[in-house]
T-cell receptor
Framework: AQKVTQAQTEISVVEKEDVTLDCVYE???????LFWYKQPPSGELVFLIR??????QNEISGRYSWNFQKSTSSFNFTITASQVVDSAVYFC????????????FGTGTRLTVIP | NAGVMQNPRHLVRRRGQEARLRCSPM?????VYWYRQLPEEGLKFMVY????????ESGMPKERFSAEFPKEGPSILRIQQVVRGDSAAYFC???????????FGSGTRLTVV
């Protein structure tokens, strides 16, 4: 069965600090996709990244970076030099391998960046 | 290039009433997915539809909930005889082929009073 664990319920950092959000997943399938979404206070879901299970290269996009470690089933997300606008709930998700029809979400990490 | 449009944005219903949530997928997207987010929780898959077909409803509650995606018009998630526990944010997503091209709408926040 698919499962996504985001052990950090809430994190607070001071502006300009770096912060890493952890995501650990469980799946029996060899082919799957991992996602990160941001949910700001306004409530919508903002897509951040999709990574397939065959690509273990780390990715960087501006202040955001992702570390995919298949050996530890982790897909961690780092924000460098955090800003107040980064305050949001961040969700990690895993695709359903059977039909790739739906996503399994973690319970989210609420990040608060203090000015 | 309108995204996935959901309406209403907020919906208040009294216990026992019906709630109808609408989702218009992105242009060119023929796959629609509904998710529910209970307060302080992650999103949970409910149902996956293509035009005029329910493909996977494994996440739908067995009673009171139904979904459709007609040939013409938006997808509708219908909740009959709402109860307080139905209060949640309901998100719709659409994709052209599979989950790889997922786009979420802004959600409908249902409050049952």
């Amino acid at each position: 069965a698919q499962k996504v664990t985001q052990a950090q319920t809430e994190i607070s950092v001071v502006e300009k600090e770096d912060v890493t959000l952890d995501c650990v997943y469980e799946t029996r399938d060899t082919t799957y996709y991992l996602f990160w979404y941001k949910q700001p206070p306004s409530g919508e879901l903002v897509f951040l990244i999709r990574r397939n299970s065959f690509d273990e290269q780390n990715e960087i996009s501006g202040r955001y970076s992702w570390n995919f470690q298949k050996s530890t089933s982790s897909f961690n997300f780092t924000i460098t030099a955090s800003q107040v606008v980064d305050s949001a709930v961040y969700f990690c998700a895993l695709s359903d391998p059977a039909g790739a029809n739906n996503l399994f979400f973690g319970t989210g990490t609420r990040l608060t960046v203090i000015p | 290039n309108a995204g996935v449009m959901q309406n209403p944005r907020h919906l208040v219903r009294r216990r026992g009433q019906e709630a109808r949530l609408r989702c218009s997928p992105m242009k060119g997207h023929s796959h629609v997915y509904w998710y529910r987010q209970l307060p302080e929780e992650g999103l949970k898959f409910m149902v996956y539809l293509q035009k005029e077909n329910i493909i996977d409803e494994s996440g739908m509650p067995k009673e009171r909930f139904s979904a459709e995606f007609p040939k013409e018009g938006p997808s509708i998630l219908r909740i009959q005889q709402v109860v307080r526990g139905d209060s949640a944010a309901y998100f719709c997503a659409s994709s052209p082929i599979t989950v790889h091209g997922y786009t979420f709408g802004s959600g409908t926040r249902l409050t049952v009073v």
